[in-house]
T-cell receptor
């Protein structure tokens, strides 16, 4: 398995609080992605990064921000968590733009109460 | 952006039978089509992929076909086994930074 680790694996938080999820890779891959997985919606892209400090929005970016200060770390922040952000979050990495496999982390189950 | 549709959403087959999952995509510029398998509580993992310059690819009991004209691609699993039970996702990418995923197919193989 590719060296990609997400933390925490599980989190329960209250509405209105900020939350940060971390993705760490040891593969030195350039591209990193944050997806959320919800029943009936598959995997939807939140934000992605194509290099240190280079990020862009995906299809469901509202309410989320990201940062990548080092190649190996990609952080996802929920500025003020809402119940609609209860989901399973997956980080993924890939070596190049499209055309190559994306490797997924183990996922983070986030519950906003 | 790209729109990937996947059917069926659920599929049950008897052990030993074949299973077929179909996806369509909207952007003719898409050129890479991976398939992922996700077991319950686990991460999605690549099982097979195909590029737009190839019409079919096989790997043991798994095959993928691509029809660029119709913008269709399909996953075929032959001689299904109980361990094939999982959720399968198709995806499309056009060399940009995004993979667009289908909504998934829950496959159950009945022993």
């Amino acid at each position: 398995d590719a060296g990609i680790t997400q933390s925490p694996r599980h989190k329960v938080t209250e509405t209105g609080t900020p939350v940060t999820l971390r993705c760490h890779q040891t593969e030195n891959h350039r591209y990193m992605y944050w997806y959320r997985q919800d029943p009936g919606h598959g995997l939807r892209l939140i934000h992605y990064s194509y290099g240190v400090k280079d990020t862009d929005k995906g299809e469901v970016s509202d309410g989320y921000s990201v940062s990548r200060s080092k190649t190996e770390d990609f952080l996802l922040t929920l500025e003020s968590a809402t119940s609609s952000q209860t989901s399973v979050y997956f980080c993924a990495i890939s070596e190049s733009q499209g055309g190559t496999e994306a490797f997924f982390g183990q996922g983070t189950r986030l519950t906003v109460v | 952006g790209e729109n990937v549709e996947q059917h069926p959403s659920t599929l049950s087959v008897q052990e030993g039978d074949s299973a077929v999952i179909k996806c369509t995509y909207s952007d003719s510029a898409s050129n890479y089509f991976p398939w992922y398998k996700q077991e319950l509580g686990k991460r999605p993992q690549l099982i097979i992929d195909i590029r737009s310059n190839v019409g079919e690819k096989k790997d043991q009991r798994i095959a993928v076909t691509l029809n660029k004209t119709a913008k269709h691609f399909s996953l075929h699993i032959t001689e299904t086994q109980p361990e094939d039970s999982a959720v399968y996702f198709c995806a499309a990418s056009k060399g940009g930074n995004q993979f667009y995923f289908g909504t998934g197919t829950s496959l159950t193989v009945i022993p």
